[in-house]
């Protein structure tokens, strides 16, 4: 498929989502929004693929959502538009994991656009922020929620009210980043760490992917009970027979995902 505002690239059961929208450091417009979301919605149906990327450029993972584009919005456009619903919502639902690569700018929509994957690798060039206070508006996309759950409510009100930026180390430090590696090497870490998930068993994926997310969704009764559910369901699975058969024989499994 031809896009206009992103480049996808599979390789080794990863997808790669890279947004294309440099002069204006990658500001989310629906057309983009739109784009991301078909794009995973491909990725997801694709069996040759394990594991998804999304990341921008060096200057700027993305610098929010597009200002031009809202500045003129009613309520109503807003409102009945979906603004933010509409076409964000695939990051979310989508059942394989999504790794965020942030180089740069990572700010308002492009914070939460980064937050709404299940994990951030950042360069040590990243800048986090919420700075949507200095345009009158607040955040629309999960900052407010996603944040302090993500680093606490001393930081997030921090980082919502004043609009500070955080850096990598301090995000990292943070709990907001998995790992923080040296801005030219950051696709090809993400790219490797997401190979290697691509290379377990997929349903396997899929399940901790759903465990981890209920930790945030749930009490710990439900979620303890819910993991169990899975790990018993994983006893179904032809890739639980390989990779114990593989271990007892003291070879590599070669999952089927399935
Ligand atoms: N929307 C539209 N255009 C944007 C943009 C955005 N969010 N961010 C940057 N751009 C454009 C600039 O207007 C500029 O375009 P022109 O060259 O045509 O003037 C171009 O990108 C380059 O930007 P700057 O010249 O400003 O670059 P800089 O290096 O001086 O500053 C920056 C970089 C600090 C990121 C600055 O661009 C900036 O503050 N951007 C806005 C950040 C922001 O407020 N984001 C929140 C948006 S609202 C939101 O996201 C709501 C939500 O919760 C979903």
Known sequence: MEYT????????????ITLNRPKQLNALCDGLMDEVGAALA?????????????????????????????????????YKGDYITRNWEKVKTCRKPVIAAVAGFALGGG??????????FAADTAKFGQPEIKLGILPGAGGTQRLPRAIGKAKAMDMCLTARMI?????????????????????????AA??????????????????????????????????????HAAFALADQKEGMAAFVDKRAAAFKHE
């Open 167 to 191: 850096g990598a180390e301090e995000a990292e430090r943070s709990g907001l980043v998995a790992r923080v590696v040296p801005a030219d090497k950051l696709v090809d870490e993400t790219l």
């Open 111 to 120: 914070c939460e656009l980064a937050m709404m994957c299940d994990m951030i």
């Open 42 to 78: 491909d990725f997801e149906a694709d069996d040759g693929i394990g594991c998804i990327v999304i990341t921008g450029s060096e200057k700027a993972f993305a610098a929010g959502a597009d200002i031009t584009m809202m500045k003129d919005f009613s309520y109503m456009d807003a």
């Open 194 to 231: 997401a190979a290697t998930i691509a290379s377990f068993s997929l349903p396997v994926v899929m399940m901790i992917k759903e465990c981890v997310n209920r930790a945030y969704e749930s009490s710990l009764n439900e979620g303890l009970l819910f993991e169990r559910r899975e790990f």
């Open 5 to 16: 505002y992103i480049l996808t690239e599979k390789k080794d059961r990863v997808g790669l």
